[in-house]
């Protein structure tokens, strides 16, 4: 957008835009004033140029920027940004507080019609399959774990190849929900894995940052959950509430059900002494 605009800015409008090219991974964490004072121009032009392109304001324009970069910066820049960001501060209040701010704001944006609609699509279904890779792996399975406490045919996709992936998606019908997690850097097998199963015709749930996520322009519900820069890795403190809030849901719907399974496995868990009973 910047490269195609170059020739309609003025003098200092061209000085932000080259500087925003050459090193947007540190300008997307910058404010107006830190960035005006680099290029030597005034904060007001720095709201000008902003608003040269299209945005309401420089806050618009450096979300964009840093949604841009956190698909495009590699592991070892990510944690060069990140250094920069945290400083000399405290860690452990920066790293926390960012994670509250992104549950509060997931909380506030998150759309309820599509919450709902998941947990519709997620009670109808006859197999549910979850699929997420890498450092989504984690929450994939924390759902896995809970959802078959819940239901009867839930089926965790997990693959070491993309040839292992179609071989268990094989049988996915137009009965069933395919529940696809992806976070910056999105991954090649998830994206390949909800392509294949759009043409099934099943219901696809997505678990992701934004509408512009490659899994969320394929699925029928899309969960959008706030994900910042934590180092190397994103971190996923609000997708894992996302979760909570779906199990909990859920578990409400099928209250009678999961009731009488549980006393069951309880049985099951006393017999085989699964869990310490002598906790003083």
Known sequence: MIEERMPEFSKGQKRIAQYIISNYDNAA?????????????????????????GFEGYPE?????????RTKLTSFQRIEVTNKL????????????????????????????????????????????????????????????NLRMIFDDVRFLQTSSGSELFEQLIDITDRDVLFAISFPRYSKRV????????????????????????????????LLARSDMASFVDSLAAPLSVINALIVALTKK??????????????VWDEYDVYDKNQS
């Open 191 to 222: 994206i390949n894995a909800v392509e294949y199963v759009k043409r099934s015709g099943a219901d696809i749930i997505a678990l992701t940052d934004s509408m512009q996520s490659p899994i969320a322009a394929y699925s029928d519900q899309a």
């Open 86 to 145: 945290i400083g000399d501060s405290d860690l452990l209040e920066k790293v926390l507080g960012s994670d509250i701010e992104n549950i509060k704001r997931t909380c506030e944006e998150l759309d309820r019609a599509s919450f709902n609609a998941a947990i519709d699509a997620l009670l109808g279904a006859r197999r549910i399959y979850i699929i997420g890779v890498r450092s989504s792996s984690t929450i994939a399975g924390f759902l896995n774990y």
């Open 29 to 53: 964490y910058m404010t107006a004033s830190r960035l005006g004072a680099l290029v030597n121009v005034s904060e007001s032009t720095v709201v000008r140029f902003a608003n040269a392109l």
């Open 61 to 69: 324009m450096q979300k964009a920027m840093q949604d841009f970069i």
């Open 254 to 267: 099928k209250q009678d059900s999961m009731t009488e399974k549980l006393r069951r496995l309880e049985s």
